[in-house]
């Protein structure tokens, strides 16, 4: 951006308050003059009004209303609060399977092995190509990938869907193979891949892919260990948890990011210990805060991490979603369902954030 211009203010000084406003808010100011209409195609402010929201995190959870087949989403922020959340905009019945960076991965309902990538906050969506290999028909056990990650590189402005699942031949139980389909926005192409794995998942560690250092990680469901995809190569491997995780049992383990890093949650019955990777190459651990959950002791059993900022933490109980500061180290009620739920809160959470970033 040209900072000679005669203002008020200067233009990096405009460019840091606009970086700041919600997205729809954004989107408004673009009609005030044709320097602010420039700004969301502008490479130097796209990148810093998506590092600015990498710093401001939300969630993205359903609310499914148990006397009608239908549902609705919320985005829980902390500085603004709650507001309704819609998908209207792709036409079709859908489900989040996978978040990254401000974009959605989502399956079609009525349709199995239709995809959609979309990016809420600007309305601009992808339908992705059905590949020739028919997977979805032939996953175990239930037809559907058992792992879907989205990996959305802000820098190249590119982003890979990865579905991956154990395979099975018609009328045959599954024989360990696990297939692996890798979608590329620049090709617009399909790619596959075979190996062989042992590991589960539960529902949560599903919903917890974190895409760092152009990978793809999982938690698998023993905690025992993180799983990667390395998109780069096309190759699977195992990554260690931190040491002290491995020697506590009976404590429940959860992997997010923090600052474009992994980083593991650790819940036991009185504290929550929060994990940085903070060499990936060497796979070394620093434990960097301590959490007391004495003041929310009764929901302790149910209470699930889902995103996570330097400032805040986020975690949805089945009815609640609760925030804590972690400066001031205040807890606080960000929403609570005031009617009966199919599914628990937590069970369709999302980590979520603004972004500028065309799905085209």
Known sequence: MNSQRDGIFPDEVV????????????????????????????????????????????????????????????????????????????????RVRASCNGLLCCSSIPDKGVYYVC????????????????PVTRFHPDGEATLVGLACNLSTQNFNVVLAGYHRTFGHR????????????????WRKFVSFQDDQFTHMNKNQVVYVNRALHWLTGSSSSILVLDLYCDIWRKMSLPYEVG?????????????????????????MNIWV?????????????????????GLVPGIFPICQSGEVVFLATHKQVLVYHRKSRVWKEMYSVKNSSTLPLWFSAHAFRSTIFSCH
């Open 15 to 94: 460019l840091q308050i606009l970086a700041r406003l919600p997205m729809k808010s954004l989107f408004r100011s673009k009609t005030v003059c044709k320097l602010w209409c420039r700004l969301c195609s502008d490479k130097y402010f796209i990148k810093l009004f998506n590092e600015v929201s990498a710093k401001n995190p939300m969630l993205l959870v359903e609310i499914s209303e148990s006397l009608q087949l239908k549902s609705s989403l919320i985005c829980v922020e902390n500085r603004l609060g709650v507001s309704e959340f819609s998908l209207s905009f792709l036409k079709d019945r859908v």
């Open 119 to 134: 990016n809420p906050m600007t309305r601009e969506f992808k339908l992705l190509p059905r590949s020739r290999e028919r």
């Open 174 to 189: 599954s024989d360990g193979t696990f297939i692996c389909l890798v979608y590329d926005s620049e090709s617009n192409k």
């Open 247 to 271: 020697e506590e049992s009976g404590n429940r383990v959860y992997l997010l990011e923090l600052d474009g890093c992994l980083s593991v949650m650790q819940i036991s019955d009185t504290w």
């Open 277 to 297: 990777l903070k060499n990936y190459e060497k796979e070394e651990w620093s434990l960097v805060d301590r959490v007391s959950l004495r003041c929310i002791r």
